[in-house]
């Protein structure tokens, strides 16, 4: 997710809606955690916590979602993930996750990081306690 955003290209298009796909069913089965909602966001529909965003697709179909800033530069030096540019510089805890890979290891990388979202933004929040 580089910080200039790109034309939405028909591949671009296809690519978000894979990536959409994959995130709504990832969430159907988090969406009955305390203060979990969807809405729209930047395109997709997005995951919330009491208000707050947990996951969302970008305009690549990658998966958008804040992890302790540990697990977002271990994640960055696997490879596996890219950190997300907020204004001119790279935020700590919000990573991009590509879908490469075999699609039940993509799955589950993204079950696992949406979970780590959830509590993540959760337990940050006031109301949520």
């Known amino acids: ?36 909602s969807r809405r729209r966001m930047f395109g997709s529909e997005g995951l919330f916590a009491f208000g707050r965003v947990v996951a969302f697709v970008d305009g690549d179909g990658s998966l958008v979602v804040k992890v302790p800033a540990e697990q977002a530069t271990e994640l960055v030096a696997a490879g596996s993930a890219e950190h997300v540019r907020m204004g001119r510089s790279p935020a700590r ?3 991009s996750v590509p879908r490469i890979g075999e699609a039940e290891d993509v799955r589950s990388l993204w079950e696992r990081l949406v979970r780590v979202s959830y509590d993540v933004v959760s337990s940050a929040t006031p109301s949520s306690s």
């Open 93 to 95: 805890e919000w990573v």
């Open 1 to 36: 997710m580089s910080g200039v955003p790109q034309p939405m290209t028909d591949e671009r298009r296809a690519q978000r809606r894979l990536g959409q796909a994959l995130l709504d069913e990832v969430v159907a089965e988090l969406e009955v955690l305390p203060g979990a």
